[in-house]
């Protein structure tokens, strides 16, 4: 009986102390697993952009997307026009300018970094109601200079439209009409007594309301709501811009301020927006540059 007893107690004893040396053991897991819940998250990055309402509606592609795997990383958004995004840089009311146009050899000389992300059309616009799907690059330049300010001037291309043309087009200091103006040639002769509008949507709206109006945006916003005009009989798609064939075309800029290091945030949101992802994203509605 005592033999018993004394084998009852040894594996009592090596039971307990299995039992402790477990319990130790999960007690070091699950310290490990609770340093991992209260491990500090990234701390938190605010990155300001401003600039140019055509490249905007890409740039809020790139955002929601990159929110899937930087939340840590917020943006503020400010789109009022490239001119505001060239000199938000220098002046540092953003980190990152957005520009739709070229900039000047003067505005290189502000001290700024540039980064083609995109190369985007300019789609001239027509009314939904507007019989007219053609023009050639002159009248379109005619039009927007007061060469021609009535639809039956256009001869056998007006399809019969008449009327006094109301001409719509941006404001001064955006990077759509600057490029427009440069690539059609009639830069500051713009016909007096057009309707200046401040970015893509006002223009869009417009010329959806105004069965007279022609004007022009981004390729990539053209929509439902209006018309495309084919150019000296080359359709509006990214196909033909890609081509060549589409003249309208302009780069889409992200700018920074050169000689100065990059936050690591901003690094990498930009190398993102290069990278594979990114111009997956481009390729949507514009043309990737990789």
């Not at 319990?23 to 938190?44: D, I, K, L, N, V």
């Not at 309402?53 to 400010?78: D, H």
């Not at 970094?113 to 009314?127: C, P, S, T």
């Not at 000296?232 to 196909?239: C, H, K, L, S």
């Amino acid at each position: 009986m005592k033999k018993s007893l004394f084998v009852f107690m040894a594996f009592a004893l090596t039971t307990a102390l299995a039992f402790a040396a477990g319990r130790q053991a999960g007690g070091g897991s699950e310290q490990s697993s609770q340093a991992q819940r209260t491990a500090p998250a990234a701390q938190q990055y605010t990155i300001a952009v401003g600039g140019s309402t055509s490249v905007n509606p890409l740039m809020e592609l790139f955002i929601a997307e990159y929110a899937k795997v930087r939340g840590n990383v917020k943006f503020t958004v400010s789109a009022t026009g490239s001119g505001d995004g060239i000199k938000g840089v220098p002046a540092g009311t953003c980190e990152i300018g957005m520009s739709s146009r070229e900039l000047t050899p003067a505005e290189i000389g502000t001290g700024i970094d540039e980064l083609v992300i995109a190369i985007d059309g300019i789609a001239v616009i027509l009314n939904n109601t507007n019989p007219i799907t053609s023009l050639t690059m002159t009248q379109i330049k005619d039009i927007y200079t007061g060469g021609i300010i009535n639809w039956e001037q256009l001869g056998t291309a007006a399809q019969g439209k008449t009327g006094r043309i109301a001409v719509v087009s941006r404001e001064p200091g955006s990077g759509t009409r600057g490029a427009f103006e440069e690539i059609l040639k009639f830069q500051d002769k713009l016909v007096r007594g057009a309707i200046e509008f401040d970015g893509t949507g006002a223009i869009k709206a417009e010329v959806s309301r105004n069965a007279d109006a022609i004007g022009y945006i981004s390729l990539g916003s053209v929509d439902n709501s209006i018309k495309a005009l084919s150019v000296d009989g080359i359709a509006a798609t990214t196909a033909n811009v890609v081509a060549g064939s589409y003249k309208i075309a302009r780069p889409f800029i992200l700018l920074t301020k050169k000689g100065v290091a990059l936050n690591a945030e901003t690094k990498a949101f930009l190398d993102w927006v290069m990278g594979p992802i990114g111009q997956n994203i481009v390729k949507t509605s514009w043309i990737s540059v990789r």
